[in-house]
């Protein structure tokens, strides 16, 4: 299954909103009937962590400024408003369809 | 706290073998698949092997698969990642990451470690 995101690059401004999108190539439900998308995030230097789980979870201490959606192949990433620490690289990651893979990523930095 | 470690990255030539070790705490470990991930500088992230609970499930990358082995060792609430016949473009950082639930398969990773250093180089 391959993992496309879009923009690579996003300039963000504070306190404004910011949008990842992440497309798969093949629908990503599993036999479970879940769907396993997870959004990671990887601060410069950092391990990455995990934000989003299941399409749509947030990870216990995850702001919620943050958010998934999306069904099928299609999929985004929201930041209701952006904070400085939020700057880094954002991953998807399909996890029902082995072998997993992951998007290219997606820098976002303050303009 | 919740962590896993990672320890025995180096530089190996290429043809060489290196093992890597992943050592838990803060959790039950044998209540968890585990996996490892790595990382090509300044590139992306790559999934390269998972395990369940028990070691009697395991799955590989297409580019690591007849290389790598990954077995764990719940007694010592251990992950290990055997490296063989090591090539150029398995240089990168390595990750060993928690799956919640018992199996790797399907796959989200909660807890990660810091990583280690993997560099295969004449």
Redesign the interface.
Known sequence: VVMTQSPLSLPVTLGQPASISCRSSQRLV?S?G?T?L?W?HQRPGQ????LI??VSHR?SGVPDRFSGSGSGTDFVLEISRVEAEDVGVY?C?Q??S????????TKVDIK | EMQVVESGGGVVRPGGSLRLSCTASGFKFDDFGMTW?RQIPGK????VSGINWNGGST????SVKGRFSISRDNAKKSLYLQMNTLRADDTGFY?CARV?GYGW??????V????TTVTVSS
């Open positions: 599993s479970d879940y396993h997870t990671f391990s990455p962590r995990r789980y299941k990870d991953y990651m996890g029902t082995w072998p997993f893979t992951f998007g290219p990523g | 991930v992306g992230l790559e999934w799955g590989y990358a297409d990750y919640p398969n399907p796959l989200s990773m909660d990660w470690g810091k990583g």
